[in-house]
């Protein structure tokens, strides 16, 4: 974080943006993005003031990081079930709607032939 807004402050870098988590005041942890801009500098360079906010973005983080888990998790299953049938004798992942990740099969043939059973 530091040698952005270093950037940012020399000049370097017209905006400052991060995404970092703090303590709130009242104890508890919150995702963060911050976003900076200096608006004026001195006969030196030097930046004299800036203007900020900060967001709290702790809802955006739980919803991103609940989708990786997600993906993780279909495609540990796709991976788990390839070759496999169900009593139906459909492809598990036609049933689960999963999507197939290319690199789960040893062979275009193997894709090929889950893509058939379709």
Request: glycine share 6%; net charge negative; charged share 30%.
């Amino acid at each position: 974080m530091a040698p952005l807004l270093d950037a940012h402050l020399r000049g370097t870098n017209p905006l400052y943006r991060s995404e970092h988590r703090v303590r709130h005041h009242d104890g508890h942890w919150v995702w963060v993005l911050e976003g900076d801009k200096v608006v004026e500098r001195d006969s030196n360079g030097q930046p004299i003031p800036a203007a900020g906010t900060h967001s709290d973005i702790s809802s955006r983080q739980a919803t991103e990081e609940a989708l990786r888990k997600g993906v993780a998790e279909s495609e540990r299953l796709a991976v788990e079930l390839r070759g496999k049938r169900c009593p139906s004798s459909r492809p598990w992942s036609q049933l689960l709607e999963l999507p197939l990740p290319v690199d789960a099969f040893d062979s275009r043939s193997q894709r090929q032939q889950v893509v058939d059973d379709m």
